[in-house]
């Protein structure tokens, strides 16, 4: 009697992976609960009698304070005049900082020459640049957008130049067996490999440019949230001061969430684990 052949059943199809539903918005939602916990923490300490809550105001009464600058139109006129200021310096330093930073990647006697004299100066502090600029350019707006465009300048410079000089030679060796000109090298293997670095020092770039900003604001200015930093220090309003610096960090984080929206699709092609770590 023989014996029946064996059939494999056929495996059934993969079924695709599903990812968690996720509400809108999930990630912003999730990155307010500590600092709303805080705030609300604060503010029942406050009330509570816990606290005194002179220096360091209640968020009851910063919120306060914001909605009467709000509804004054100060705020606004403080906002678009340190917006200005960090647009400006950061289009000038970043574009700087790409274009030096290219040279030196590049080129190793620009490095040689140019790296050693930039590290010297990138241990400067920022302060120390202010009476020279303020000699130079006067106490208006050139001052201040230069000592920004110093800022966004060196960490846009090191990351161009460090992402450059860190690209796998195997890449280069590939594009060379495909027999690939310069332009084409450059444009299909060593863009795409330095672009992540890149993207991430113009994010470090323009969160130094909100700290420059703040530096020049409150030397020799009348309009800038850093202004109005100095004039509740000098009136003793703590509140206006935490208003301030809560619209300096809005502000701040606005201008990065819109920087990584519009430089997101240029490195879309990377396979990364970003959510799924």
């Given at each position: 009697?023989?014996?029946?052949?064996?059939?494999?059943?056929?495996?059934?199809?993969?079924?695709?992976?599903?990812?968690?539903?996720?509400?809108?918005?999930?990630?912003?939602?999730?990155?307010?609960?500590?600092?709303?916990?805080?705030?609300?923490?604060?503010?029942?300490?406050?009330?509570?009698?816990?606290?005194?809550?002179?220096?360091?105001?209640?968020?009851?009464?910063?919120?306060?304070?914001?909605?009467?600058?709000?509804?004054?139109?100060?705020?606004?006129?403080?906002?678009?005049?340190?917006?200005?200021?960090?647009?400006?310096?950061?289009?000038?330093?970043?574009?700087?900082?790409?274009?030096?930073?290219?040279?030196?990647?590049?080129?190793?006697?620009?490095?040689?020459?140019?790296?050693?004299?930039?590290?010297?100066?990138?241990?400067?502090?920022?302060?120390?640049?202010?009476?020279?600029?303020?000699?130079?350019?006067?106490?208006?707006?050139?001052?201040?957008?230069?000592?920004?465009?110093?800022?966004?300048?060196?960490?846009?410079?090191?990351?161009?130049?460090?992402?450059?000089?860190?690209?796998?030679?195997?890449?280069?060796?590939?594009?060379?067996?495909?027999?690939?000109?310069?332009?084409?090298?450059?444009?299909?293997i060593l863009l795409p490999a330095v672009l992540p670095a890149t993207l991430v020092a113009l994010r470090t770039g323009l969160g130094l440019g909100f700290m420059f900003v703040a530096a020049a604001e409150l030397l020799g200015a009348s309009e800038g949230l850093?202004?109005?930093?100095?004039?509740?220090?000098?009136?003793?309003?703590?509140?206006?001061?935490?208003?301030?610096?809560?619209?300096?960090?809005?502000?701040?984080?606005?201008?990065?969430?819109?920087?990584?929206?519009?430089?997101?699709?240029?490195?879309?092609?990377?396979?990364?684990?970003?959510?799924?770590?």
């Open positions: 009697m023989e014996a029946a052949p064996l059939t494999l059943a056929a495996a059934p199809p993969a079924r695709a992976a599903r990812r968690p539903w996720r509400l809108p918005g999930g990630r912003t939602l999730t990155g307010l609960v500590l600092p709303l916990a805080l705030a609300l923490g604060w503010e029942a300490m406050v009330r509570a009698g816990l606290a005194q809550g002179r220096l360091v105001p209640p968020p009851s009464r910063v919120l306060a304070t914001l909605w009467g600058l709000a509804a004054s139109g100060e705020l606004w006129t403080h906002v678009l005049a340190s917006l200005t200021r960090v647009a400006a310096g950061f289009g000038f330093g970043a574009l700087a900082g790409i274009l030096v930073g290219a040279l030196t990647g590049t080129l190793p006697l620009a490095r040689r020459l140019v790296d050693p004299s930039l590290q010297a100066l990138r241990a400067i502090p920022s302060i120390a640049w202010v009476p020279l600029f303020i000699l130079w350019f006067g106490i208006f707006e050139a001052s201040k957008i230069t000592l920004i465009a110093v800022g966004v300048f060196f960490p846009v410079y090191l990351g161009v130049a460090g992402a450059i000089a860190g690209v796998d030679r195997k890449l280069v060796e590939v594009g060379r067996v495909f027999r690939l000109s310069r332009l084409e090298l450059a444009r299909r850093g202004y109005l930093l100095l004039d509740g220090q000098q009136l003793g309003k703590p509140d206006q001061i935490v208003a301030a610096i809560l619209a300096f960090a809005a502000l701040g984080k606005l201008c990065d969430a819109v920087l990584v929206g519009l430089t997101q699709p240029l490195a879309r092609w990377q396979d990364t684990a970003r959510d799924t770590l």
